[in-house]
């Protein structure tokens, strides 16, 4: 068996081995999945690698084209140098038998990291590269316990050159968690706003990372994909108001649509919704509730049309930045909407 224990993913990140070729990241931390197949891509190009050496690729392209991935594993570089080959796997097309062949067949000089959500142990994906007895190895990634949480404020800490009081180490930890990019960045956020005072106080913490506008911001996201017309509008309103970044508001509601698609792709392969629900740690009984109402109601291809439209308005805000808040405005409203439609139609059925 060629699967690790979380416990000792980490350890394996640190020094990672490079005869492997495939990688299969999987869990219910999107932020924590991204930031390992990152780490480990890192890892095996240097630091420094050419952004042309990564190739990132969406399991439907793959699906749709199935020699796809075989052409980029095998293909040689034209600059030289080795490659890193980035799949998210979501939606309900199988990809393992394509796969199947690279693990058997290694390319030379280029890695395939698999970036999936929660995977049962019955996935194919998940079988396929568990039961490899070499060539491919799982690095299952599960939202952050206490431990993992003080080592990632500790990193920031040390980074920054800061120390915490024990009362605020506490409290920063009882709002962290569930989500290991969102942990990094807010502990990022207050050891910036703590720069130079060399510790962080219990106030740090609540000025900088117990911030109502981004409770606000999370209950205006929910509202947007729970179909509350009424409580997108008033919360968009009172964000632009407070002067806030709809932008970020915008990134916010991407990540969240990502995750809810990564875990919507693994009911689509048999999870039950209760199932995942109940796995989820380090977020409030009242946010669980919301994610259950949430992926009973968006299926996989209403999520995707979701993901493209917010995308493109994020793309087009970029463009067009003096009308940024407004073009992404519309398109969180259009979102919101979707889910209004798909709760109607849900109700007809």
């Given at each position: 068996m060629?699967?690790?224990?979380?416990?000792?993913v980490e350890?394996f990140l640190?020094?990672?081995?490079?005869?492997i070729p495939?990688?299969l990241?999987y869990?219910?931390?999107?932020g924590?999945?991204?930031?390992r197949?990152?780490?480990?891509t890192?890892?095996l190009?240097?630091?420094?690698?050419?952004?042309?050496?990564?190739?990132?690729?969406?399991?439907?392209e793959?699906?749709s084209?199935?020699?796809?991935?075989?052409?980029?594993?095998y293909?040689?570089?034209m600059?030289g140098?080795?490659?890193?080959?980035?799949v998210?796997?979501?939606?309900?097309?199988?990809?393992?038998?394509?796969?199947e062949?690279?693990?058997?067949?290694p390319?030379?000089g280029?890695?395939?990291?698999?970036e999936?959500?929660e995977?049962?142990?019955d996935h194919?994906?998940?079988?396929l590269?568990?039961?490899?007895k070499a060539g491919?190895?799982?690095?299952?990634?599960y939202?952050?316990?206490a431990?993992?949480?003080?080592r990632?404020?500790?990193?920031?800490l040390?980074a920054?050159g800061l120390?915490?009081?024990?009362?605020?180490?506490?409290?920063?930890?009882?709002v962290?968690?569930?989500d290991?990019?969102?942990?990094?960045q807010?502990?990022?956020?207050?050891?910036l706003?703590?720069a130079?005072?060399?510790?962080i106080?219990?106030?740090?913490v609540r000025?900088?990372v117990?911030?109502v506008?981004?409770?606000?911001?999370d209950?205006?996201?929910?509202?947007?994909?729970?179909g509350?017309v009424?409580?997108?509008?008033?919360?968009l309103h009172?964000h632009?108001?407070?002067?806030?970044s709809v932008?970020?508001?915008a990134s916010?509601?991407l990540?969240?649509?990502?995750?809810?698609h990564?875990?919507r792709a693994?009911?689509?392969a048999?999870?039950?919704?209760s199932?995942?629900?109940d796995?989820q740690r380090g977020?409030?009984?009242q946010?669980?509730?919301?994610?259950?109402r949430q992926l009973r109601?968006?299926?996989t291809?209403?999520l995707e049309?979701a993901?493209?439209?917010?995308?493109s308005?994020?793309?087009?805000?970029?463009?067009?930045?003096?009308?940024?808040?407004?073009?992404l405005g519309?398109?969180?409203?259009?979102i919101?909407?979707e889910?209004?439609r798909?709760?109607?139609?849900?109700?007809?059925?």
């Amino acid at each position: 068996m060629t699967a690790l224990k979380a416990s000792e993913v980490e350890r394996f990140l640190a020094r990672p081995d490079r005869s492997i070729p495939v990688f299969l990241i999987y869990g219910n931390d999107t932020g924590l999945i991204s930031e390992r197949a990152t780490r480990l891509t890192r890892s095996l190009l240097g630091k420094d690698a050419d952004a042309l050496s990564i190739i990132r690729l969406e399991s439907s392209e793959i699906a749709s084209d199935p020699a796809r991935l075989a052409d980029e594993a095998y293909a040689i570089s034209m600059f030289g140098g080795d490659r890193v080959i980035r799949v998210d796997v979501g939606g309900n097309r199988p990809i393992h038998a394509i796969v199947e062949p690279l693990i058997k067949d290694p390319p030379t000089g280029t890695w395939i990291i698999l970036e999936a959500g929660e995977l049962r142990r019955d996935h194919a994906l998940r079988k396929l590269v568990e039961g490899a007895k070499a060539g491919a190895i799982a690095l299952p990634s599960y939202a952050d316990e206490a431990r993992d949480l003080d080592r990632v404020i500790d990193e920031e800490l040390r980074a920054a050159g800061l120390t915490i009081a024990p009362d605020a180490r506490e409290l920063l930890r009882s709002v962290l968690g569930g989500d290991r990019l969102a942990t990094r960045q807010e502990v990022q956020k207050l050891c910036l706003y703590a720069a130079g005072q060399g510790e962080i106080a219990e106030a740090d913490v609540r000025a900088a990372v117990g911030d109502v506008s981004v409770l606000a911001a999370d209950d205006t996201i929910e509202a947007m994909l729970s179909g509350d017309v009424g409580a997108f509008e008033r919360g968009l309103h009172r964000h632009r108001a407070a002067g806030l970044s709809v932008v970020s508001m915008a990134s916010s509601a991407l990540r969240q649509l990502q995750s809810l698609h990564r875990i919507r792709a693994s009911i689509d392969a048999g999870l039950s919704v209760s199932q995942i629900v109940d796995g989820q740690r380090g977020i409030s009984f009242q946010r669980k509730r919301a994610l259950e109402r949430q992926l009973r109601l968006w299926t996989t291809a209403s999520l995707e049309r979701a993901l493209t439209r917010l995308e493109s308005g994020l793309l087009n805000s970029r463009l067009n930045y003096p009308l940024a808040a407004e073009i992404l405005g519309e398109s969180l409203l259009a979102i919101t909407r979707e889910a209004v439609r798909l709760g109607r139609t849900k109700d007809a059925a």
